[in-house]
């Protein structure tokens, strides 16, 4: 197997791995039994992992979760549904690869998922366009959760964008206007709606999918107004302070469970959801079947009276007194 | 052929002028030279080629209320500086500066008014405040002026300008467009009227949140409209953009405004609309 491609911080790890293989190698060449280094290898191996991705600095978690390795919506999906059946398109223009939505079931509940899509290489890229949707993408999204409401169906969302396309085209058919009218409709609508960061959660387009009862983000999984490049680039004048830009924006899962912003943060199993796909599913699985519960046994007007009291209460401020 | 090949002599740049600043200005988009009390008299509106100066805040809530009207609410509303954010300054300094620019407030102004007569809930942005942009307190203070109309039947009147979300306030800034938007979805649902007047500029999660849910957009001639800036867009797809991309008259062209309104018109215009829209409107 080639060696995938692994972050600066990974080295120390995929040089272990390498020692592990080659051990095995020459066991098997030599037919001796080196299970003892193995096991020894192993343990300091996962020692290692679990070391590193439990001090990930800011800028190492944004690595992580744009991690080229890193399970994508439809990975999920197949890990953690049955019965997917993919629905296309925005009735109105085209469709756009960079959101995939439709039927899936969880457990006992049949649902809507919605997520966006990133590529595997170049070619898938193109076509799923980074991940970054144009307006009918979110047009389209809009137009499964009214589905999903119209018959009674929780929505889940699952967040994974740098963010919306700077294109012409994305302009000329209003991406403003698309991402606002589904911030606002996702307030009102009457099914429960769950959110996941899987990976990237960048800005408007990420919030495009957002506006939910629970917000879930993966442990390793970032959440931001701006990519801490462009912030960099505007605040610091250039881009390669984007170390320190990550560091302020306080964008990772544990800065936003702080802030209120997440409700839960989904475990990913040591050395990121890169490296057990399986595992990573079966955390999401089992943190959307335990939300599905609690929220399915919600009226729709409790729903929307708390959807509309959390997003309320969100951000900070300090007011003088005496004034109204 | 000798007149063809006569060396041309270009064009002189017009001549730099220096001219009291206090009495006259020098229009943007035409060059003329305009005598300051003639252009306020004419709501900054260049009476030669219809260019819109920058409009404040304060000029904007005369324009929509009736004299002495306007009743401001959340005044005392400040940032926390939540992230405790520093850049190459501290937000703390850019905020303190940016209060002096403006004299107190916030990159918002809200509050209660009468439009001929009739009572309204208005809210007015003013770019000058860290580039119009909006943190929590904008966020808040869009949401209590929502609510201030949703609660007392007032048609809702916002005017836009913005750079977008406020970088300094993180993800919470990027909430406070989920905030608003949630707030206009119970405006929605009980029917209450909601104009959004798009001025120039109105770029980022202002336009991609409550800019972009007025039952009617009105934008001013020549304003810059869109989500991605220009610059961005243009460093991504390596192209020039068309000429009057994102411009007002643009955006209509695409069906995303309803009508690019001459600011001349605005008050005009608002109160007609809202004669259909609001139930108990009485036209003077």
């Known amino acids: 197997m080639a060696a995938p491609p692994h972050l600066e911080f990974e080295r120390d790890m995929v040089e272990l791995q390498e020692e592990i293989d080659k051990l095995l190698e020459m066991a098997e060449k030599k037919e001796i039994d080196v299970s003892r280094e193995l096991a020894e290898l192993r343990r300091r191996l996962g020692a290692m992992r679990e070391d590193t991705y439990r001090n990930l600095s800011p800028i190492e978690q944004v690595q992580v979760a744009r991690h080229p390795r890193r399970p994508y919506t439809l990975d999920y999906i197949q890990r953690i549904a049955t019965d997917w059946i993919e629905l296309h398109g925005d009735r109105a223009y085209r469709d756009d690869a960079a959101i995939v939505g439709g039927w899936a079931r969880i457990g006992g509940h049949s649902v809507m998922l919605i997520g966006h899509q990133k590529g595997r290489d170049m070619k898938e890229n193109l076509r799923r366009n980074f991940g970054m949707p144009h307006p009918e993408g979110y047009r389209k999204a809009l137009r499964l959760m009214r589905l999903a409401e119209k018959f009674g169906r929780p929505v889940i969302t699952l967040i994974d964008t740098p963010g919306a396309y700077p294109g012409i085209g994305a302009e000329e058919r209003g991406q403003a206007e698309a991402i606002a009218m589904n911030l606002r409709e996702m307030a009102r609508l009457r099914t429960p709606l769950i959110s996941v960061v899987i990976g990237e959660g960048g800005s408007g387009g990420a919030l495009a999918l957002g506006v939910t009862d629970q917000i879930l983000m993966l442990e390793h999984a970032i959440y931001s107004v701006i990519s801490p490049e462009g912030c960099a680039a505007i605040l610091w004048r250039s881009a390669e302070h984007r170390d320190k830009a990550a560091h302020a924006l306080k964008l990772t899962s544990d800065d936003l469970h702080a802030l209120e912003v997440a409700d839960e943060i989904v475990p990913e199993p040591p050395g990121g959801a890169h490296s057990d796909w399986d595992a990573a599913g079966e955390h999401l699985r089992s943190a959307l079947l335990q939300n599905l519960e609690s929220l399915e046994a919600l009226s729709p007007e409790a729903l929307l009276d708390a959807r509309w009291r959390k997003f309320e209460r969100i951000g900070a401020w300090k007011e003088d007194e005496g004034d109204e | ?284």
């Open chain 2, 1 to 284: 052929m000798a007149w063809f090949r006569k060396p041309k002599k270009p064009i002189q740049a017009s001549e730099r002028r220096d001219l009291p600043s206090d009495v006259f200005d020098k229009c943007e988009g035409c060059g003329e030279i305009l005598y300051r009390e003639k252009l306020l008299q004419n709501l900054k509106v260049c009476p030669h080629c219809d260019h819109h100066f920058m409009f404040s805040a304060t000029e904007y809530v005369q324009v929509l209320s009736d004299e002495g009207s306007f009743e401001e609410l959340g005044r005392g509303l400040r940032s926390a500086d939540p992230l405790e954010f520093t850049d190459l300054k501290p937000y703390a300094e850019r905020l303190a500066a940016a209060e002096r620019k403006v004299g107190g407030g916030e990159a918002v102004v809200t509050g209660r008014a009468r439009l001929d007569g009739n009572p309204v809930a208005l809210g007015v942005m003013d770019f000058r405040f860290i580039g119009g942009s909006m943190g929590s307190v904008v966020g808040e203070k869009i949401a209590r002026v929502g609510r201030l109309a949703l609660e007392e039947e007032r048609p809702l009147l916002l005017v836009s300008a913005s750079g977008g979300a406020r970088m300094m306030e993180g993800t919470y800034s990027l909430m406070q467009m989920a905030k608003t938007s949630a707030m206009l979805a119970r405006l929605h649902e009980a029917s209450v009227p909601y104009i959004s007047i798009l001025t120039h500029p109105t770029t980022g999660g202002v336009t991609a949140s409550f800019a972009m849910l007025g039952d009617v957009h009105l934008a001013e001639p020549g304003a810059l409209i869109g989500f991605a800036g220009p610059r961005v867009i243009e460093e991504t797809i390596k192209q020039e953009l068309p000429e009057g991309f994102q411009r007002s008259e643009f955006l209509s062209e695409h069906g995303m405004v309803d009508r690019v309104v001459d600011r001349r018109k605005l008050r005009e215009t608002v109160c007609l609309l809202l004669g259909h829209m609001a139930p108990e409107w009485r036209s003077e």
